[in-house]
């Protein structure tokens, strides 16, 4: 069976790969994160996430295109990571449909730090609005089999999810742990 699998990074990437391999998929991978900030860190995860590719032998479709004001300015008040995956999860489905894909997934489904609940429900919806499989796995399980690979292989790996909503959140834990209230 053919196989899209939305790809946010390389380290992600290791064990989604590795566990869809021994389950016989024929996998392509389809970067799109527009999300993705600043555009330094869209590129890292880019190359990387094709140096992960060449490693598995994975042909790739890579969504360049990078507007993050564009992203932005449709993003929610609240619920960001909803909008986030959905915009994601929506074009992958979409894409798989056209390109006449028996299933889609994501490598989102393999970081212990994301919404797996949200992923799957909305993966669920455009399955059905697209009439296209979609293959659920708890990657999970791999983690540190992921990160170690990932780490052997000299793969970059990401401090934040990639927004700058949680780039901001990663500095401001550090700040708040060295803040010390002063009298003057």
Not at 1 to 14: A, D, E, K, T, Y
Not at 101 to 112: A, G, H, P, Q, V
Not at 118 to 126: E, N, P
Request: proline share 2%; with cysteine; hydrophobic share 35%.
């Amino acid at each position: 069976m053919r196989i899209l699998v939305h790809q946010c990074c390389g380290p992600c990437s290791f064990f989604t790969f590795e566990i869809l391999l021994k389950s016989q998929f024929e996998i392509t991978a389809f970067f799109y994160n527009p999300n993705i900030h600043p555009y330094t860190e869209f590129l890292k995860r880019l190359e990387n996430a094709k140096i992960v590719n060449k490693l598995f032998n994975i042909k790739g479709y890579f969504y360049r295109f990078y507007n993050i004001i564009s992203f932005l300015k449709n993003l929610p008040t609240s619920n960001r990571c909803f909008y986030c995956y959905n915009i994601r999860l929506k074009l992958t489905a979409a894409y798989a449909k056209k390109n006449h894909f028996d299933l889609f997934t994501t490598t989102l489904l393999y970081s212990k730090y994301q919404q797996h609940d949200v992923i799957k429900q909305i993966a669920q919806k455009y399955s059905h609005m697209y009439n296209i499989g979609f293959h659920y796995y708890d990657f999970r399980e791999g983690w540190e089999k992921g990160i170690e690979r990932a780490r052997n292989n000299n793969i970059y790996m990401q401090k934040y999810c990639g927004c700058i909503f949680s780039e901001q959140e990663r500095y401001i834990k550090k700040i708040k742990k060295n803040i010390k209230l002063e009298y003057v």
